[in-house]
């Protein structure tokens, strides 16, 4: 019963989808490039089957454009570019990913992605990232999964019966990181385990500013 009335307030708004990249770049002279993969996630405590749909169909092909995702689990879609020539350069096309309940046929919820095809890389974009730097891009994306989670599940609840303990508890934990040093602070008596990078304070920023406008909205 708690499932299905998450569910039905779903539908009344939109649910949040978790894709990475967030955009697609093809590079004509890089063969291994035609080829890019979607990573779709879904955080959520129930199964969600997806569509993928494109504004330039016959550019692209896309293996399983149709399927499911099962509780906390993530899906790879992979997406060829099968038309390069240099008409194409510079074009930017659109994929929608659209998500819905199983036993559903109206959407929760949609994210865009951007895809564009350029002639060659530039000397910055060719180099490999380093591990580290692959690491860190993870666990940012990682950061505003569980965030932005977090405040959909808050603001289904406090839509449902007024601010929650949980809308109350994470608000304070929103305001200390945001009290905490940034990241590189040098001259500061906090322990430099507990500074934070500028992306997790944007993210605590942007989750009170959702927290603020759910407990004061009439």
Not at 108 to 125: F, I
Not at 155 to 175: K, W, Y
């Amino acid at each position: 019963m708690q499932q299905q009335s998450r569910l039905a307030d779903s539908a009344e708004g939109s649910l949040p989808v978790f894709v990475f990249p967030t955009e697609l770049v093809f590079y004509a002279d890089e063969q291994a490039s035609h080829k890019q993969v979607l990573t779709l996630y879904n955080p959520y405590e129930f199964a969600l089957k997806f569509k993928v749909l494109c504004t330039a169909p016959s550019k692209y092909a896309v293996v399983d454009a149709t399927g499911a995702v099962k509780p906390q689990c993530c899906v790879d879609i992979v997406i060829r570019h099968r038309d390069v020539r240099p008409c194409h350069y510079g074009v930017m096309d659109k994929f929608r990913l659209q998500v819905s309940e199983q036993s559903q046929r109206k959407a929760l919820g949609r994210k865009e992605v951007m895809a564009t095809l350029l002639p060659s890389a530039s000397q910055e974009a060719t180099q490999p990232r380093s591990q580290e730097e692959e690491h860190r891009m993870k666990e940012q994306f990682a950061d505003s999964v569980f965030f932005e989670q977090a405040a959909y599940q808050t603001e289904s609840r406090v839509a449902s019966g007024g601010p929650s303990l949980l809308a109350i508890l994470l608000g304070l934990g929103c305001v200390a990181a945001l009290l905490l040093p940034t990241l590189g602070e040098l001259d500061s008596i906090v322990p430099v385990y507990l500074h934070l990078s500028v992306n997790k304070k944007l993210v605590a920023a942007y989750v009170l500013g959702l927290l603020t406008m759910v407990i004061l909205r009439p």
